[in-house]
């Protein structure tokens, strides 16, 4: 998953961000003034300054912001009198642009210095306004061209101050938060940003997009009533919270009306207590009451937005906040510290328990050995004259206090920073009591507002007294079950004095400390462990961070991810008194020590070993056997689920080799039996996509050839996934293969998504005899893709159905592997989302017109594409229970044939052509619907924004070749093709995208040996791209390839030598005499038929997913196939050899270039 930001602001109004990678928040430098709070997105920050001005801050993007301006010059014929400002003479370029709406100017330039050029030439009419036409004739008295300029927003990475273009300003903003990115079929880029102003108004601000980050004005949205505060979510979700405690809910928010149609009132969480803040997310609402007190909101989506009641959670806020994922910060009301709500799922929105943030500044300095560590590690490690608190770390702590609803755990310590040393006296003489800071209880939300305010007059002296001697000590507060975190203060001393200004730091006066009891015996003790830090302190950072703010809105995180937020810093300082205090040991006297140990282990060593050798091991031979109930696929007619109990039994013998077996038994007329498999025997493992039942299925090469597996359904899902995990550990254990897939390996996916690889060996490819593929062992890894692409060297690309491309960090493990073998190193969040389309069938009758009444012969009047299957919009569900639905259902618009204003397609009869447009023969219609669905998982692969593509290809290389830069291609979902620059194996991933201009959009491309570059255009012609070099990577111009006669080619695939391309009929072809000086070949030759993908290899090896392979038993699509008889002078091949099947939808084999044996058949003399 990419790095993302936490955004914070502290009682200073300093403004901070944490990374999810780092661990320690980082102060934004570019702020000159203070903050009152921020509120972000995963690409800017919106925050409210000091001066109540709204500021913003863009990421800086490897994809330019770019706006284009236009503008129109005019002129009319000097017979007639002018018509039209400044139409008798040209207006210069300033003048034209001057009135245009753009971004605001001090933030943007030019994209080139005078970057106005002309679109077309002049246009005429008869007058202002009327039609233009390019043709002069004689009565065209005026005319117009168009100019065009673009500008580049340039105000990356810093705070810009966004000016407001209204002649009446707003009033000063006190609340602000943005969201609306995720909203139902919106374009991507567009965001909401709503805000609110001190008297109580909502505005909301228009036209907020990637090409405009600024927006254009601010609109007052009426509430009925003064609100104080207010939260957008990702999608469709506004709240907002009135003055009396009431809440507020925005309804009627979609993609036409971003800024809603009504409020809803909802009724504050505890009737006698107000609400003061709320924070809302995808599917969640948080709100926290004048008592600080936490609630939840259940029952929240999107066709409810207002929920179905209110649940109480443990801990005390004074605000909180909802970022991606429905991952909840807040910040508590006692020590001001920033909490993450752990255990956030989408099946458990509420959590587990709160944690707090303890990581340090980029401000926050350490001390010398001579300050507070040296008086902890006293304090820890010495005797009992000196009392200091025991360092709890994360596991005892959770121990000690177990997470629930009933406790706050992970105790938070302060800093040693907190506590300062006295003027120099003898150490028996002061008394060593822990230094406690009040922080006062936050009951409104104004609090936040006059932490931010102007400053208060300076403390007087008598606040500045010398501060005495502290030490840590331990102290846990009782009280319902919940943990505070442990503080200090002087004994008998007044508490700290707060300002309302949050600039000055509070002062705390010290009394008179009383003498310690048996001086004589701590003498020594205190004299090493006390020293002066108040120099070192007046110029230090805070030593406790305080915060008034914090935004996760462009935080990525989830339950999966590994994040460094919460080491206790006090632990670090033990572990470095600890290594102090061991300098007084000489290093001989380690050495001495450590031989003597050295001889005793091995002496003990050598004794047990000799006086037990005469006996005979105890186990040769270890078994252990599961069982569990399960359902079969019966093998013979008639085929039906029938109940069976599954075991598997592993043993491993002396040597340490693993094997096993599988068992199913069955009744057969009342007979008992069984089949079994072994598990080297095992070739792939495969969950199967079934409406009603979690079944997975079981290949053998016997099985394979029949195309006919073992078929098994688990009662639940999560048995499904115990079972193929612990078989596929099983499998990999037999086969000796553990941790990541090799550089060499092939990779395919089945139509499912589901990634599997195997491990090629040399043999695969041997002449005469290769090893069969349906012998080849596929293992699954974790993640969720479309498309796949790799190369020898290790760099391995993935496509996700909604376009995202995924760059694969070399990691094994995620899925349904998660917590049982696999490694968490590498291994991320991973998102997908698809549409489901179902059609809505009509036919035409003279009375009624189109209606959904048929003929008994037609289709259903809601089916699938092919109308067999009746598909209705309640009945239909996402593909597997691990899809959850996102939108709701929509017309497609984008359907081949094109549609009309309202989506319907026409045709003579079920089923025809269709076409967008209504003729007297059309007697049936169908529109289509579609509707998205979201797919969350984890796996060995992060997102490479920002682009969405269709197609990746990368460069075959020979398995010891040395690439500095390894050529990547990929064309985007619009169609364009782009070069991806900086690809190395150290930063897979690249560094940024190079366009490659084309006059027409593409579909598939694929670059293979000596650069070569094919690609193949939505409308099926074929392209080469010449002039393609390391020094030259965008090569220079494209060359059009005929295609096969009457055909319509849709991928294509190039190796070292050889070209193959799969045309829309399912046929493969084969480009005939590409040579070096010729590398656009002559001509196509047709190879086979019923093929869906081909693959060719840096050898030339050709791979196929091929429909329509009978088997000894059925009939299977997607099944992988591999080409026999591949030579060099024979690149066509002979036959092929079929695989696993069917179900596949992809395979490369991109990154297998290892050389096959050379086998010398001896003969007969």
Known sequence: ???????????????????????????????????????AAQQCCWGIACDNGIYLNVHASDLPIRYQEDAYENQVNVVFPPRRDSAMRVQSFTEMFSTRHHISGIECTDEVPKAVFLDYGWTYAMDFPATYTKDKKWNSCVRRRRWLRYRRYKAMDTWAKIPSQQTTLPDPFSDISCGGWEVSDEPRGRMSLWAVSIQGKVWFREEISHHNPEGSAWVEVPVPGEVVQISCGPGDLVWAVLWEGQLLVREGIGRDCSKGTSWAVVESPNPEV???????????????????????????????????????????????????????????????AVYFRQGVTFSELSG?????????????????????????????????????????????????????????????F???????????????????????????????????????????????????????????????????????????????????????????????QHGQMGAVPDCADSCSLSSVATYTLTMEDQFGADEHPLWAWVSGGGCSVDSHSQLNWFNCSLNTSVLQSVQSMSLSVSPAQTAAWRKQIFQQLSERSKREMDDFRHYEQAIEKSVWVKKGAMQWWRDWKPHKWVDVHFALEQFSGADGNKDGILFVYYNYHD????LHAFINEVTILVPVLNDSKHTFAVYTPERT??????????????????????????????RGIQGPPSKQAIWSITCKGDIFVSEPSSALEAMPYPTPCDQMFWRQVGGHLRLVECNSLGIVWGLGYDHTAWVYTGGYGGGFFQGLASSTDNVYTQTDIKSVYIYENQRWNPVTGYSNRGLPTDRYMWSDASGLHECTKTGTKPPSPHWTWVSDWVIDYSVSGGTDKEGWQYAADFPASYHGSKTMKDFVRRRRWSRKCKLTTTGPWQEVP????????????????????????????????????????????????????????FKSISIGAGSQVWAIARDGSAFYRGSVSPQNPAGDCWYHIPTPAKQKLKQVSVGRTSVYAVDENGNLWYRQGVTPRYPQGSSWEHISNNVRKVSVGPLDQVWIIADKVQGSHSLSCGTVCHRLGVQPMEPKGQSWDYGIGGGWDHITVRGNSMEPPHICLSSRT
């Not at 003061?276 to 999107?302: E, P, Q, Y």
């Not at 649940?311 to 605000?319: A, C, K, L, P, R």
Request: hydrophobic share 40%; net charge negative.
């Open 1 to 39: 998953m990419p790095v993302s930001l936490l955004w914070a602001v502290d009682v200073h109004g300093r403004v901070y961000s944490l990374s999810t990678a780092g661990q320690q928040w980082e102060q934004c430098r570019h702020a000159q003034m203070e903050f009152k709070r921020v509120t």
């Open 274 to 336: 107000g609400a003061i803040h709320v924070a809302v997310g995808m599917n969640v609402v948080w709100a926290l009451t004048k008592d600080n007190k936490v609630w939840f909101r259940r029952g929240v989506d999107s066709h409810n937005p207002c929920g179905s009641g209110w649940i109480s959670m443990v801990g005390e806020m004074i605000m909180i906040n909802v970022g991606l994922n429905d991952q909840v910060w807040a910040i508590g009301c006692e020590d001001r």
């Open 352 to 412: 587990k328990t709160w944690k707090a943030i303890n990581v340090p500044r980029d401000g926050d300095r350490s001390h010398s050995s001579a300050s507070a560590n040296s008086l902890h590690s006293a304090g820890c490690f010495f005797s009992g004259e000196v009392r200091a608190p025991s360092v709890v770390s994360d596991t005892e702590s959770d121990v000690e206090n177990p997470p629930g609803d009933g406790a706050m755990s992970n105790v938070t």
């Open 414 to 508: 302060p800093n040693e920073d907190h506590f300062v040393d006295a003027p120099q006296k003898a150490a028996s003489e002061l008394c060593m009591e822990p230094l406690k800071p009040h922080i006062p209880k936050v009951t409104s939300d104004s609090f936040i507002s006059e932490l931010v305010s102007d400053r208060k007059p300076a403390k007087t002296s008598g606040d500045a007294e010398s501060a005495s001697s502290a030490v840590l000590e331990e102290e846990v507060a009782p009280g319902d079950g919940e943990v505070d975190a442990v503080t200090s203060t002087q004994a008998g001393g007044p508490d700290p004095q707060w300002s309302n200004v949050d600039l000055e730091e509070a002062q705390i």
């Open 671 to 674: 007979e008992k039996k069984y």
């Open 705 to 734: 050839k029949q195309r006919w597996p073992i078929r098994l359904a688990a009662a639940t899902e999560l048995e499904m996934y115990d079972w193929l995990a612990l078989l596929s550990v099983s499998c990999c254990d037999a």
């Open 946 to 1001: 920002p682009i969405a593509l269709s197609d990746v290809t990368i460069l075959p290389c020979a398995a010891q070749s040395s690439v500095d830069t390894v050529p990547l291609w990929a064309i985007s979902n619009k169609g364009d093709i782009l070069c991806r620059l900086g690809v190395t194996l150290l930063t897979p991933a690249g560094t940024s995208w190079l366009h490659v201009g084309t006059d027409q959009p």
